[in-house]
């Protein structure tokens, strides 16, 4: 093993990043199957079924930019996934709501997820799967941290 596989091995951010880029691909295969990417399952997954979600709402769901989930929205709404609705009490706020084929594009992206968890966790007894869970739940407060610390650096 050369000396950057031997220390990668050993890190967390490269063990989330090789474990998510194979995530990744596989659902970026699967989707492709159905005529969307992962990004819009991911949407058509975070958008109220019934209701709609309003646009503002989205983007912090997904953990993604505003100004990405523009040109994501226009091509779900071009592909016939989703489609915008005013709010009757407040015209300035806007709903994404699903379509027909919303709705079904979003099932099978539902299936499709948790088909995936279920091998996971088929392969994990569980205590593996809480120690899992326990790391991952430090790992957003220690990315906070680093900013702070990473601020005060360039703030001196």
Request: glycine share 4%; hydrophobic share 40%; net charge negative.
């Amino acid at each position: 093993m050369d000396e950057f596989l031997r220390i990668a091995d050993q890190m967390v951010t490269y063990n989330l990043r090789k474990g998510w880029f194979q995530i990744s691909k596989l659902y970026n295969e699967m989707a492709a199957e159905h005529d969307t990417t992962v990004s819009m399952a991911f949407v058509l997954l975070a958008l109220n079924e019934e209701e709609g979600t309003p646009v503002t709402h989205i983007a912090p769901r997904m953990g993604m930019e505003p100004n990405s989930l523009s040109r994501l929205l226009k091509s779900m709404e071009e592909k016939g996934f989703v489609y915008r609705k005013k709010d009757s009490a407040d015209k300035r706020m806007a709903y994404v709501c699903l379509t027909e084929m919303g709705k079904e594009k979003r099932e099978i992206a539902l299936r499709a997820v948790f088909r995936l968890e279920k091998a996971i966790i088929n392969q994990l007894d569980q205590q593996k799967l809480d120690a899992f869970f326990e790391v991952a739940r430090h790992i957003p407060n220690a990315i906070d941290e680093f900013k702070e610390k990473m601020a005060s650096y360039e703030n001196p």
